[in-house]
């Protein structure tokens, strides 16, 4: 059981380059999440999504976009690479709907993003 | 989203009990607590959640008062390798009154040292 796994660890992109990171769960989660966190911060939400086909903004979508095609799937994509989005990537699914209303986030390793 | 204010960093000692409180002064009533631990250069996880009085598993002790207005994280006994940031959220596990969403904030910069 993999659990929650991105694509990929690392990337350098120059300004202006477009990329996708993927990330992918085996846990049949209906939600699934994209952050971000910079260095000393916390994590902020970029968009998420509550279903296959679904997707919703956060607390900084801007200058991302996001797809769900596949309930496994989650991916976030970056059409032009700004320096400001250098940043460190995760990406998680949640747990819900379980006994006594517990639920868990499970986050992937990272995506290290520097955009020179 | 109930919001919540937690302290930006805290130090303690190896041994030592280390509580850190988590203010929620808008959580509506089926929002659960949940408390996650991040360590450098990784993803959070899961420690423990609570709707109300004390639940307790092998990582730590959660304390909600009556009127569900703050909780209280409890380490018991840290050692160096609870140094780490704990982030404390509020919400519907079901979805059904917050979209789904899941906003961690800046979390408590916990400190351990020898």
């Known amino acids: 059981n993999a659990g929650v796994t991105q694509t990929p660890k690392f990337r350098v992109l120059k300004t202006g380059q477009s990329m996708t990171l993927l990330c992918a769960q085996d846990m049949n989660h209906e939600y699934m999440y994209w952050y971000r966190q910079d260095p000393g911060m916390g994590l902020r939400l970029i968009h998420y999504s509550v279903g296959e086909g679904t997707t919703a903004k956060g607390e900084v979508p801007d200058g991302y976009n996001v797809s769900r095609l596949k309930k496994q799937n989650f991916l976030l994509g970056l059409e032009s690479a700004a320096p400001s989005q250098t940043s460190v990537y995760f990406c998680?699914?949640?747990?819900?709907?379980?006994?006594?209303?517990?639920?868990?986030?499970?986050f992937g390793q990272g995506t290290r993003l520097t955009v020179v | 989203l109930a919001k919540t204010t937690q302290p930006i960093s805290m130090d303690s000692y190896e041994g030592q009990e280390v509580n850190i409180t988590c203010s929620h002064n808008n959580i509506a009533t089926n929002d659960y607590i949940t408390w996650y631990q991040q360590f450098p250069s990784q993803g959070p996880r899961f420690i423990i959640q609570?709707?109300?009085t004390k639940v307790t598993n092998e990582v730590a002790s959660l304390f909600i008062p009556a009127d569900r207005k703050s909780s209280t994280l409890s380490l018991p006994r840290v050692s160096l390798s609870d140094t780490a940031v704990y982030y404390c959220?509020?919400?519907?596990?079901?979805?059904?009154?917050?979209?789904?969403?899941?906003?961690f904030g800046q979390g408590t910069t916990l400190q351990v040292k020898p």
């Open positions: 609570g709707y109300k």
């Open positions: 959220l509020v919400g519907d596990p079901d979805g059904s009154s917050n979209t789904g969403k899941l906003i």
């Open positions: 998680a699914s949640l747990l819900t709907g379980v006994m006594e209303g517990r639920t868990e986030a499970f």
